[in-house]
């Protein structure tokens, strides 16, 4: 997919949105629960993921 400059870069910003909403949703969900840290560990690895794809988009443009 051929994506210009205004397009990655909108689409970049949108997932790195999505992951900072991920990671607070199932961060503090995971805190609430005291021990549940399997949320704590899927919060950071699909923040983690989605930044990488983000960061991925943008690199395959410079």
Do not use: C, P
């Amino acid at each position: 997919m051929q994506l210009n400059d205004e397009q990655a870069k909108h689409i970049a910003d949108t997932l790195r949105i999505a992951s900072v909403a991920e990671f607070g949703f199932f961060g503090y969900t995971g805190g609430l629960e005291r021990h549940d840290w399997l949320l704590v560990f899927l919060a950071v690895t699909i923040f983690v993921l989605i930044e990488s794809g983000a960061v991925l988009i943008m690199r395959e443009r410079a």
